[in-house]
């Protein structure tokens, strides 16, 4: 199992080196850096290239705002310049993002998504393997490229595409397409990703005649540790107001409903149509929050990891210390945790 870390999505770009090093020192085996704030390829060269051995994934890159050609070309440069460092995680956003912060086109995004992978892998097939560029399909057509523009085969191994997916039928185009799944915090329970998220990845891997345990589970929990009782004890208090506003989304309501708690998900919503943001945290009790949240000391979390992920999660997200003067302490935890 493969730990990773985070990055915030607000970290300024003149800090993404020292951070990516950072992690790297203390023994990550990957950075997940996201795309909101910045652009997330901007940010995934600025850590691979400040790093020798971290990989760097997006997770994720937002896949309908761009073409699968400008996405492949900047994929295989950052895996050719990191030497096999780079991991794609692609995902579709939602339609208001979309069209509206965008300005993109939207439509059907399944289908697409099916379309944009197949398209960027005819296209290292192309580069990779000198094969006719020849991919047509209702969304995109990528049929030209002359040798002058065809980059240099790889000398290290593909670059790995994974799908961030919520939904049952974008899931199980992972399952059909991808080398990996990226899950939502939300829907990252054990339980859910036993009886939800892999009989859907089973489903689409039967569809397209692959392997199931072919398909890497990319695991980022809701999850908290600290150097004592005290600290995590606020951490676990402070998510109760990312958990509110996460789970007031009906996209992520089917974890709440698993466990019998929808109408605490209506609820949630109703008040954000209403305004009352500071009335979320309170219809998230300790039972759901302590349903959903990981938490422990360094001490504690690997085991609790370790027992709840081992057999489901390829790789896990494992939190950075907000303070790096607990980073001797996560890097024990780190390592404890992949013995």
């Known amino acids: 199992m493969r730990i990773y870390a985070n990055t915030d999505q607000r970290l300024p770009l003149a800090r993404v080196a020292e951070y990516a090093q950072r992690a790297e020192r203390m023994g990550y085996d990957g950075l997940n850096v996201p795309e909101a704030v910045h652009d997330g390829l901007l940010v995934a060269s600025l850590a691979l290239q400040a790093t020798t051995r971290l990989h760097v994934a997006t997770s ?24 096999g460092r780079f991991e794609l995680g692609l995902g579709a956003q939602v339609r208001g993002n979309v069209e509206d912060r965008y300005g993109a086109a939207w439509s059907p995004p ?13 296209t290292f097939a192309c ?21 002058f523009f065809a980059p240099e085969p790889l000398e290290v191994g593909p ?67 600290g150097r004592d009782a005290t600290t995590v004890a606020v951490q676990r208090d402070q998510q109760r107001q990312l ?15 698993l466990f019998g ?21 309170k219809v998230v009790d300790d039972e759901m ?36 003067a607990d980073d001797a302490l996560a890097a024990r935890a780190i390592a404890s945790l992949r013995a």
Not at 110 to 122: I, K, N, Q, S, T
Not at 243 to 257: G, I, N
């Open 60 to 83: 994720v890159l937002v896949a309908f705002t761009r073409s699968p050609m400008t996405t492949a070309i900047a994929a295989w440069d950052l895996q050719a310049f990191s030497e």
């Open 110 to 122: 399944v289908a697409r998504m099916r379309e944009f992978v197949g398209a960027m892998r005819a």
């Open 127 to 147: 580069w990779q393997h000198g094969e006719k560029l020849c991919f047509e399909g209702e969304h995109y057509k990528l049929t030209r490229m002359q040798p």
């Open 159 to 225: 670059v790995p595409i994974s799908l961030g997916a919520v939904g049952p039928h974008m899931t199980a185009l992972a399952g059909e397409v991808a080398d990996g799944l990226i899950t939502h915090p939300t829907n990252t329970h054990p339980r859910y990703l036993r009886e939800v998220i892999r009989p859907r990845l089973a489903k689409g891997a039967k569809r397209a005649g692959r392997d199931e345990s072919a398909i890497s589970l990319h695991v980022g929990p809701l999850c908290v540790s």
């Open 243 to 257: 958990f509110a506003f996460l789970y007031s989304t009906p996209q992520y309501w089917p974890s709440l409903e």
């Open 261 to 281: 708690w929808g109408d605490r998900g209506e609820e949630l919503r109703r008040l954000t149509r209403e305004n009352r943001w500071d009335d979320l945290p």
């Open 289 to 324: 929050l302590d349903t959903f949240l990981v938490a422990g000391t360094y001490d504690e979390l690997p085991h609790i990891l370790r027992e709840t992920y081992q057999d489901l999660a390829g790789a896990l997200v494992f939190p950075m210390p907000a303070d790096p």
